[in-house]
């Protein structure tokens, strides 16, 4: 329901810009799609800011364009999102209603751990509605010492049903990765949130370079890295901008890059401040979409939080700038999604269809030595 976003003016100067630079930007865009450059092309500030500036239709082309390139045409992939242990986070990220800052204004009852055996009970059902990624993420700092078996278990378990797995658990040190590697875990979220300067204005309790060392570690353990961003919490366009400009900063930008619209949060310090201020255009979101597209083309762009409130055009829109991942179902950690049926109705008036699972092995596995009879392990090589 579109009308529940409260849509406000796009910058105004940025379109001015875009109209006196429309020429020069034509010949710079052709050189984006160039299909003769063998490694994408590594965008600098200046020419994000101008994918940015772009009049909208000239950016979703060059988005489509760019994604069909690396991506089979009106195939998305879709994951299933479960909460494995909510609320009372000692972190205060100032959008969340799971964080212990904020409890007692946004009321939310913190909840224990849940059960291996529900958990799976979960990934089957996801499974069985066509999700190819189940997703566990846990409201903690980092996972301690005892919940390291409890994930591992959890992994090991959702990839034998044939699923991708994903967690999002918090911070990682290099030997928690190793483990969650180890057992084979496909993906891992930690998202950047938005820009360095800005950060402090998100959060206080976890630094941005602590963000930063978290994603290497996952990233030199052999996991895929999942890292995005908030749009539409008070940012300004310039802040979206290094957002982008950061993950091309990195070694190798994140395999996913999910690409959150703002769900405010009564209670939440960002929320009321969002809501008392007016949100941002869903249009600043689906540049934000598309530049990430252009700038990352072999990644996969993920609709995440927000898209409930989002007309059916307003998706199709985030489709055509390149987007081809959504989570799918009713629940996206601890705020609503887009209901199932609604989105199986969405995909077949737009002709989308599911990509299958790819699961990675693990990289440790379980044998038994034929000549002792115990059961020992082999590392398999990358
Ligand atoms: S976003 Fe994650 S880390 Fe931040 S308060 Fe919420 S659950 Fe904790």
Redesign the pocket.
């Known amino acids: 329901m579109a009308g529940l976003l409260n849509i406000s003016e796009p910058n105004a100067d940025s379109h001015a810009q875009t109209l006196n630079h429309q020429n020069s930007s034509d010949d710079f865009l052709a050189s984006l799609t160039d299909a003769s450059q063998p490694t994408p092309h590594k965008h600098s500030r200046e020419e994000i800011a101008a994918l940015f500036d772009l009049p909208l239709m000239d950016l979703l082309l060059q988005a489509q364009t760019v994604h069909r390139e690396h991506f089979t045409a009106n195939e998305v992939q879709i994951s299933t999102l479960l909460s494995i242990k909510t609320g009372n986070?000692p972190?205060d990220?100032g959008y969340?209603s799971?964080?212990g800052h904020h409890r007692d204004t946004t009321k939310l009852q913190a909840e224990k751990r849940i059960e291996v055996d529900k958990v799976i009970a979960a990934a089957k059902r996801a499974k069985n509605s066509g999700s190819s990624r189940f997703c566990m993420g846990a409201?903690w700092k980092h996972p301690s010492a005892k919940d390291m078996p409890y994930v591992v278990e959890l992994i090991k378990e959702v990839k034998a049903l044939g699923l991708e797995t994903c967690m999002t658990l918090?911070m990682l040190d290099t030997n928690q990765a190793t483990q969650l590697a180890d057992a084979g875990l496909d993906y891992y979220n930690h998202n950047l949130d938005t820009s360095r300067s800005y950060y402090e204005q998100v959060v206080s309790t976890r630094s941005y370079d602590e963000r930063l060392d978290t994603i290497d570690n996952v990233r030199n353990s052999g996991i895929n890295v999942c890292s995005g961003n908030i749009v539409g919490m008070g940012e300004s366009r310039d802040d979206r901008i290094d957002w982008v400009h950061e993950l091309l900063k990195m070694p190798k930008a994140p395999e996913s890059i999910p690409v959150n619209l703002l769900v405010p949060i009564k209670g939440t310090p960002i929320g009321d401040k969002v809501l008392a201020e007016g949100q941002l255009s869903v249009l600043e979101w689906i540049r934000t979409i598309a530049v990430s597209r252009i700038c990352c083309p072999t990644s996969y762009v993920r609709l995440s939080a927000g898209r409930e409130s989002l007309s059916d055009s307003e998706q199709a829109l985030a489709f055509m700038a390149g987007a081809n991942s959504f989570f799918y179902g009713d629940k996206l950690l601890t705020t609503g999604n887009s209901s199932q049926s609604g989105d199986d109705r969405l995909m077949r008036e737009l002709g989308l269809t599911k990509q299958f699972a790819a699961p990675r092995a693990p990289k440790v596995l379980p044998v038994l030595d034929a000549m002792s009879g115990h059961q020992t392990q082999v590392v398999l090589a990358d």
């Open positions: 986070c972190e990220c969340c799971q964080s409201a918090g």
